[in-house]
């Protein structure tokens, strides 16, 4: 009986050092907080870089795709680049506040869910549009 508590307790302290090390391990593949922040109202959205900042008007977007590349999970594997009246933009999908960028996406005239969907699950290179507007709606 003393031999199998001993056998268990050896067994315990293995696993616990391999699980430790396992930790730790993936530990230092954690990804960094973001550089890039989006801050979303009802108007517009606004993106934040160090000292660059651009501002775009849901209504002025024309097209969103989607592009999803092939280096997650430790990189930033899908991005989201915008096209809008007077130029285009592209966020990364790790952007600090980027959940609510989404939200308001998908409220958007044009957006597309079911493309939206395939490249939430693509783990390959590809891009897919997700909203795609032909006429820039009034303000």
């Known amino acids: 009986m003393i031999n199998l ?8 302290l293995i696993a616990g050092g391999f699980v430790a090390r396992f ?9 960094p907080a973001h550089s890039v922040t989006v801050t979303v109202d009802d108007d517009q959205f606004e993106v934040t870089e160090a000292e660059n900042r651009v501002s775009v008007r849901w209504a002025d977007i024309t097209r969103v795709t989607v592009i999803t590349t092939s280096q997650g999970p430790w990189f930033d594997d899908l991005f989201y680049h915008i096209i809008y009246t007077g130029g285009d933009v592209t966020l990364p999908s790790e952007a600090n506040s980027i959940t ?5 996406l998908s409220t958007l005239p044009g957006f597309d869910k079911g493309a939206f ?4 699950r693509s ?3 590809n891009s897919f549009v997700v909203v795609l507007r032909n006429e820039i709606e009034p303000a």
């Open 100 to 104: 609510a960028f989404v939200e308001k």
């Open 123 to 125: 783990t390959r290179n």
């Open 117 to 120: 969907d395939q490249a939430n």
């Open 5 to 12: 508590v001993l056998i268990v307790v050896f067994a315990v």
């Open 23 to 31: 930790i730790r391990r993936r530990s230092k593949h954690k990804k």
